[in-house]
């Protein structure tokens, strides 16, 4: 299984929070299951890390090397397919990790409900 994590799933993994359910745990740790997280994530973090919104300590490229997680760059691909999207979600890092699980054919692990109105491969993150 191929799984782009949502940032609020990344997270809950680093911080080992019991918001994320055991089968989404389980998939995450599944030794055959490659593990993405976009550079919107990081994005995302360092942004809400500097307004005072997010206080997660740590390093995201040390997150993602200690878990074996890949990176997932923003292309120009990712960009142009998010403002595309319908306006079910506004959340500009969300819309780009839609995008990006679209495209790459990615199954986006996260518990925002909103999500699961695009057409795209889900996995609820509480369950």
Known sequence: M???LD???LLWWCSDDAALGKRARDAIA???SIVYVSAASAWEIAVKRASGKLDAPGDVAEWLQVNDFLPLD???GHALRSAELPNHH???FDRL???Q???EELTLVTADPVVASYDIE???ASL
């Open 122 to 124: 889900t996995l609820d």
């Open 2 to 4: 191929e799984l782009l």
């Open 30 to 32: 599944n030794r055959d």
């Open 90 to 92: 506004r959340d500009p």
């Open 97 to 99: 990790l839609i995008a």
């Open 74 to 76: 923003i292309g120009v």
């Open 7 to 9: 940032t609020h799933v």
């Open 101 to 103: 699980s679209e495209i």
